[in-house]
């Protein structure tokens, strides 16, 4: 017997239909009436337009036929076109807010008590559907992502539950050629989606390493009768890693995360009847944390990951291989920073390429962005001399990572970890990153490392836009702050993290900044108080200083500068503070060039 979800839409082939269908052999995805085995990946290259069709060209080689997005933005419209164009489907994410601090972000959002905040969600699902429900890309619409796993209370999983059901039933309403999933982390939103969620039609499931293999068993075992999609698959991550050396989690090898994917694939996913397809995690390049562990590039290397999805999709193997780290160690002491130590490392290459060595360093311990950061080491020697390092001005466990490059732009990633001692660095207060300088709160809107989430005052008659193009001091943008009523104050703040009022720590390291400085302007005289810093002692984790100038815009730009070399700037987490109030009419204020030096 067959079952259909959807009922058939007649169609003149202007956009694609995807149904769920059940038959005697299991679940299946078809697009158009033919089966569609979901060959995914995670997608990290949303902002990288320019070269979308690259991307898609290279995931088509790899073999994926699909990629999962969990937000939409601005270059949506070019990434379905993109996909389109390359024959590549799309899972589109719609975002949903966490309700604490978790394994993503800072978020702390209230689903029992912020209404206003609920339903600027909704809409934002509901227009997302309305937008791009008729373009030919769409595979199916992803709604949040480990929500439930992010949440304290049983209580505040319900209300979340609810308001997810009034969204699924709503697209149902206007949409029914897609089907709909959410996304959580292994089996944590089972429950809630089989009580209360009945609109979903396809159950999103998170899941690393073997467990994968277990997560139609346990459906099974709450007699749940219903798809699964993995929406996110790669070797285990840290959070289960249960070997530690020095209070840090051992990292699988570089073949363990090979294996993972490529025997994992036929292992303990396509061989399920339940199971609709997985999308690898993650098709994107960086120099972080997460990166050497489970993304296809670092640096824009390619990493065994990467080979390891071919593989698994295609069947064929690398036309290059990684180099092998065969032995990685380090002395089993304790030293004090700016030593030089010994490091045993032993390579080896199939094609005997030519390899490159560097080495780097990761902190486990701080703020989320301390523990994200990948710092270099300085290193000398060779493979024939042997290796050394230079401990940095570090205090407790590092992580320490060896890089081996080979010509073919291939990267093998080896790592252990070693105790370090320094006074000054244990006496720090606030752990979070150390920045180079010039740091940059706002240039171009590119890469902010705060967000504009402080709105005090009257905020509701503010309207912030990060990237106007109406007014730059340099470059294209600038931040426009429109004021759009007469009487009144308020203010903003960029922030890290976002969201927060000195809860959770953050901010950085800026201590050998000697000044601060922005541009500004407004198209009327307008009387402002800018500068950085906001949270004060009473809360945990404050603004280490806090400086600011009352000034008077006019229409010209000009600098303003705030000298900081006799500030404690060892934890700035409120990058840009602005106050001022209404003038008798509406008005606007631009600011650019925001910057630490």
């Given amino acids: 017997m067959r079952y259909t979800i959807f009922a058939l839409l007649i169609s003149f082939n202007l956009y694609s239909q995807t149904t769920v269908e059940k038959d005697s052999s299991g679940w299946n995805l078809l697009v158009d009436g033919k089966p569609f085995k979901v060959k995914g990946a995670t997608f990290g290259y949303d902002k990288d337009v320019e070269n979308y069709d690259v991307y898609f060209k290279d995931l088509k080689f790899l073999g994926v036929n699909t990629i999962r997005t969990w937000a939409t933005g601005d ?47 909704y809409n934002t699902a509901i227009e997302t559907v309305e937008k791009y429900k008729d373009h030919p890309a769409v595979l199916i619409w992803g709604i949040g992502n480990e929500v439930y796993l992010n949440m304290a209370t049983d209580e505040e999983k319900l209300a979340y539950s609810k308001f997810l059901e009034r969204i699924c039933g709503d697209i149902k309403s206007i949409d029914s050629n897609h089907p709909i999933t959410s996304v959580e982390a292994w089996t944590f939103g089972l429950y809630w989606w089989e009580e209360h969620v009945p609109s979903l039609d396809i159950y999103g499931l998170n899941s690393y390493g073997a467990g994968a293999g277990f997560l139609q068993a346990e459906l099974e075992k709450r007699n749940i009768d219903k798809p699964y999609v993995i929406t996110e698959f790669g070797v285990t991550g840290e959070w289960d890693i249960k070997n530690e050396k020095h209070g840090i989690k051992v990292e699988p090898t570089d073949k363990e995360k090979y294996d993972a994917i ?7 996913i396509a061989n399920k009847s339940k199971c609709l397809g997985v999308y690898m995690f993650h098709y994107s390049s960086g120099n972080n944390f997460m990166a050497p562990w489970l993304f296809t590039h670092v640096n824009n290397f390619k990493r065994p990951q990467y080979w390891a999805i071919r593989k698994a ?21 304790t030293f004090s920073s700016e030593n030089w130590i010994p490091v045993i490392l032993k390579v080896s290459d199939i094609e005997n390429d030519e390899l490159e060595v560097s080495f780097s360093y990761n902190q486990r311990t701080g703020s989320r962005k301390r523990r994200d950061q990948v710092l270099s080491l300085n290193h000398r020697g060779n493979f024939n001399d042997g290796f ?40 720090k207060k606030y752990k979070v990153p150390k920045v180079d300088l010039p740091f940059y709160v706002y240039r171009e809107n590119k890469e902010l490392p705060y967000l504009p989430s402080g709105y005090m005052g009257n905020y509701k008659d503010m309207v912030v836009d990060l990237n106007s193009k109406d007014e730059a001091h340099s470059g294209e943008t600038s931040i426009r702050i429109s004021y759009n009523t007469e009487g009144g104050w308020y203010g903003l703040a960029l922030v890290d993290p ?100």
């Fill in 498 to 597: 976002a969201n927060d009022w000195g809860d959770i720590l953050g901010g950085y390291d800026i201590s050998d900044a000697k000044t601060f400085s922005f541009w500004a302007k407004s198209n009327f005289d307008v009387h402002a108080t800018i500068g950085f810093g906001l949270i004060d002692t009473d809360k945990p984790f404050p603004d280490t200083a806090k400086k600011s100038l009352k000034i008077k815009l006019t229409d010209e730009w000009k600098k303003f500068i705030i000298k900081t070399k006799k500030l404690d700037l060892s934890c700035i987490r409120s990058g840009l503070v602005l106050f001022s109030n209404g003038n008798g009419y509406p008005y606007k204020i631009y600011i650019d060039d925001v910057v630490f030096e």
């Fill in 313 to 333: 999709f295609t069947g064929n193997d690398p036309k290059n291989n990684v180099p092998q780290i065969i032995n990685f160690e380090l002395p089993d002491k």
């Fill in 262 to 268: 490529s025997n994992g694939y036929n292992s303990w």
């Fill in 75 to 121: 270059n949506t419209p070019q990434l379905l076109d993109a996909a389109q164009a390359n024959g590549i489907k799309v899972m589109v994410g719609i975002w949903m807010r966490h309700g604490r601090p978790g394994m993503e972000d800072d978020d702390s959002f209230n689903y029992l008590n912020d209404k206003l905040g609920m339903e600027a969600m």
């Fill in 388 to 427: 050394e390092i230079q401990i940095p001005k570090e205090h407790g466990a590092i992580k320490v990572y060896v890089h081996v490059k080979d010509d073919n732009s291939n990267l093998a990633v080896a790592s252990t970890s070693v105790m370090l001692h320094n006074k000054e660095a244990s006496l």
